[in-house]
T-cell receptor, first 113, second 120 residues
């Protein structure tokens, strides 16, 4: 049972425009969410996190939005750069147990110069 | 470099052989995780240590898999009698374990570069 879902396998965006990557989850006990970026043959690199006590967290060009009622989060990248081209994974945990993160299947972002 | 390090980065082995991967977490992190990732999938949880105690194992971790963290520092993941279906990237991650209801924050985990296993 996939508790974290990324329904868009791929996304293409022009350089300078906004990239929006989406993620849905089913477990209402999840209260901490992370986004990772992954290049081929490398491990995932942590990008940004958000706790369920917030609905927005911003770090430079990256902003994550959380809609708890819809069990939905999104990552906005603005402006998008060619170096952002990678696979992006969202992950969720129940921080009270802190023993396991559940990952989506990823969205491959291509930023076109 | 004080990140999570994994060794070896790549391993090609014949079916039926045993392989072992090593992970050195970020030094002050007390939690260590093993994940597995195959093509087109997100990382899948295998097991988790709090210091030297293995607190949770996924049902993906068959009896051919064993993980240890003997002194609460580095960890090893051994796969016995490898099968072609074991071919994957094995990811180690660590966290400071400061998340929870009292801190109202989560446990950000940091991954290593991964160890690629190819079983032929």
């Amino acid at each position: 049972d996939q508790q974290v879902k990324q329904n868009s396998p791929s996304l293409s965006v022009q350089e300078g425009r906004i990239s929006i990557l989406n993620c849905d989850y089913t477990n209402s006990m999840f209260d901490y969410f992370l986004w990772y970026k992954k290049y081929p043959a490398e491990g995932p690199t942590f990008l940004i996190s958000i706790s369920s006590i917030k609905d927005k967290n911003e770090d430079g060009r990256f902003t994550v939005f959380l809609n708890k009622s819809a069990k939905h989060l999104s990552l906005h990248i603005v402006p998008s750069q060619p170096g952002d081209s990678a696979v992006y994974f969202c992950a969720a945990e129940n921080s009270n147990t802190g023993n396991q993160f559940y990952f989506g299947t990823g969205t491959s972002l291509t930023v076109i110069p | 470099d004080t990140g999570v390090s994994q060794d070896p980065r790549h391993k090609i082995t014949k079916r039926g052989q045993n392989v072992t991967f090593r992970c050195d977490p970020i030094s002050e992190h007390n939690r260590l995780y093993w994940y597995r990732q195959t093509l087109g999938q997100g990382p899948e949880f295998l097991t988790y240590f709090q210091n030297e105690a293995q607190l949770e194992k996924s049902r993906l971790l068959s009896d051919r898999f064993s993980a240890e963290r003997p002194k609460g520092s580095f960890s090893t993941l051994e796969i016995q009698r490898t099968e072609q279906g074991d071919s994957a990237m094995y990811l180690c991650a660590s966290s400071a374990g400061t998340g929870g209801v009292y801190t109202r924050s989560g446990n950000t985990i940091y991954f290593g570069e991964g160890s690629w296993l190819t079983v032929v």
